[in-house]
């Protein structure tokens, strides 16, 4: 499951995590922030912490002082336990925080390592009330990239878009003339002539588009655009290679083909992105929804029915609604050592908690049941998945389809590998 583009699974853990840590606020400023890029030695980082140990010694509150020099401390006991910082970078986050539901002096240190999605370019320290996730959020925009291809009758302009970072790789003159107002013979000979200008020139910026666009591994789709209907045209000749004629997401029109027309295909680039995630969901849940309606025996769904084809290998593929609320806990009897693995809803936890208090155990009947474990729903199935080799799809809920997942199947489903008996 591990390949070079991360999996829906692999994103949202990543975001969610990010997400949460961007949320943390310390006391006072506590807080370490640290990203050691691929192109520095972590005794260079080991070095700056050294110099900040030192003038963090001055301040003057004596709580603030060792809440800083603590986290200090712990990271860099968490960058001595790594060679180097990899071919990505390192970026740790360390500090003294309030627990949840407590104020001042619930406080505990706690430290977290992320290796970023993507290298990180900048040597960086921050000391704040906040950790400072920004980067590491940038990263996690829509990196993948996408083409962009702008014709009309006298221009063409080939570009790429990876995230934010805009290439326009090349622009071209077609060389054709313009449309004559002439009559009789010699305006259709003019007519034929051009329009054997305009095929030499379509394939002319196909070759062009195809020597770009091929290679690129990472590409997820093709904006075609430009004013009129020129654009229209091309694609209806099917000058482009088969597998690009085939990405082609959207064709938009535009006032202008060149850099500003460029430009504008930038601006509506989010939304088409947006929809590019948004139909895979959808061709995933109709294809499950098609296998429910047919009763073919390929598919299931519910979490203890999931869990228990994914152990005997039977899903080939899981699927998770990101908005499921529910935790995986376990619980352990201290008398006896048994041990049980409950679901419990998110709001419900407390209560469960509670609950466990002077409760019995099903084995020994002594009231020593505590909690050992607790985990999101998804990050359990999705480290099941791993253990059995099954793919996962994390589906959001901006479809309909994506809301029958959550509402009409309890946000968890499964394709099979093989039919039901």
Do not use: W
Request: proline letters at 3%; glycine letters at 8%; one cysteine or more.
């Amino acid at each position: 499951m591990s390949t070079s583009k991360k999996s829906s699974l692999e994103l949202f853990r990543l975001r969610k995590i990010i997400n949460t840590l961007a949320n943390k606020e310390g006391s006072h400023t506590e807080l370490i922030t640290i990203y050691v890029p691929p192109d520095k030695q972590i005794s260079d980082a080991l070095n700056l912490l050294r110099n900040e140990y030192g003038t963090a010694s001055n301040i003057k509150s004596n709580v603030t002082r060792k809440n800083v020099l603590d986290a200090i401390v712990k990271t860099q006991q968490k960058l001595k336990l790594f060679k180097d910082p990899g071919e990505k970078g390192i970026v740790i986050f360390t500090g003294a925080l309030p627990q949840e539901g407590g104020g001042p002096g619930t406080e505990r240190m706690e430290s977290y390592v992320i290796v970023p999605p993507e290298p990180i370019r900048i040597f960086l320290y921050r000391c704040d009330s906040r950790f400072h996730t920004e980067h590491l959020q940038e990263m996690l925009r829509d990196k993948e990239t996408y083409g962009i291809l702008l014709v009309d009758a006298s221009n063409a302009t080939i570009a790429t878009l990876q995230g934010k970072h805009l290439n326009i790789i090349m622009q071209m003159h077609s060389g054709v003339a313009g449309k004559t107002r002439a009559g009789g013979q010699s305006a259709r000979r003019y007519e034929r002539l051009r329009e054997m200008q305009l095929t030499e020139y379509y394939n002319r910026v196909a070759g062009h588009a195809d020597d770009v666009f091929l290679p690129i591994e990472t590409l997820k789709g093709i904006i075609l655009g430009g004013p009129g209907p020129t654009k229209y045209d091309f694609q209806k000749g099917n000058y482009l290679n088969y597998q690009l004629t085939a990405k082609i997401i959207a064709v938009v029109d535009t006032a202008y083909v060149e850099e500003q027309g460029v430009k504008e295909v930038v601006d509506k680039a989010p939304e088409i992105m947006k929809k590019v995630r948004y139909v895979e969901e959808k061709e995933i849940m109709q294809k499950f929804l098609y296998e429910v309606g047919h009763d073919s025996g390929f598919i299931t769904y519910g979490e203890a029915e999931v869990r228990r084809l994914m152990n005997s290998g039977a899903v080939r593929t899981v699927l998770l609604s990101e908005e499921l609320d529910l935790f995986r806990v376990a619980v352990k009897c201290g008398a006896c050592d048994t041990q049980e693995n409950h679901t419990v809803k998110g709001n419900e936890m407390q209560a469960f908690e509670q609950g466990l208090v002077g409760k019995p155990c099903s084995n020994c009947k002594a009231p020593s049941l505590t909690i050992i474990d607790k985990k999101d729903i998804v990050d359990d199935i999705g480290d099941l998945a791993q253990l059995t080799n099954t793919e996962v799809e994390v589906i959001s809920t901006e479809t309909e389809e994506g809301q029958m997942l959550k509402n009409a199947f309890g946000g968890i489903a499964a394709f099979l590998r093989f039919k039901l008996q």
